[in-house]
């Protein structure tokens, strides 16, 4: 299954059959991915989750917790992922009043054997869900915005840095 590139998917064998990849024979070495997205709001429920006063209580607190959380559970969302040791996550978020915007940002970092891009992916999303899920009683038409790696280091592939748009 070749790309234009003449590059191939690596979670596919000859038959076109989706396989775990094969990572035993791979190095060990420290591997971090940095990933980010948003969500926008109203600019009530936006004043509210900035203020603390959503009824659901602390929502950045609690996003927080969430995108950590699910960056340590990635194997058990997506089929092919590897079950990993992850060294470190962090979640954080920025608010844009101007555009009543919450940015979210995720890093994740191991030493291990296969990246951890799908974690940090993960982490932005289901923090930006956790969000939209305490807040919705306010706001229902939020929208989750850009999800997107933003640069990952470390294995056989070398360091990857998004080009800015």
């Known amino acids: 299954m070749a790309t234009s590139s003449n590059l191939s998917f690596t979670h596919f064998d000859e038959q076109g059959n989706a ?9 060990e070495t ?13 600019h009530e429920a936006f004043e509210l989750v900035k203020a603390g006063n959503i009824e659901k209580g602390d929502v950045l607190g609690v996003a927080r917790l969430a ?21 470190k996550v962090t979640v954080e ?5 101007s555009r009543n915007l919450i940015n979210i940002k995720s890093t994740v970092g191991i030493h291990g054997k296969t990246g951890v891009e799908m974690e940090a992916l993960t982490a932005v999303s289901v923090a930006a869900l956790t ?4 807040c919705k009683a306010v706001d229902k038409s939020m929208t989750i915005n850009e999800v ?8 056989k592939s070398g360091t990857y840095v998004r080009e800015s748009r």
């Open 19 to 27: 396989v775990m990849v094969d990572v035993g024979d791979k190095t």
């Open 30 to 42: 420290r591997r971090v991915a940095h990933a980010a997205g948003s969500i926008s709001m109203s």
């Open 67 to 87: 995108g950590i959380m699910a960056a340590k559970k990635v194997d058990q969302l997506i089929p092919l992922a590897h079950p990993l040791m992850i060294s």
């Open 93 to 97: 978020f920025d608010l844009d009043d």
């Open 131 to 134: 969000i939209y899920d305490m």
């Open 148 to 155: 997107r790696l933003l640069k990952k280091t470390g294995g």
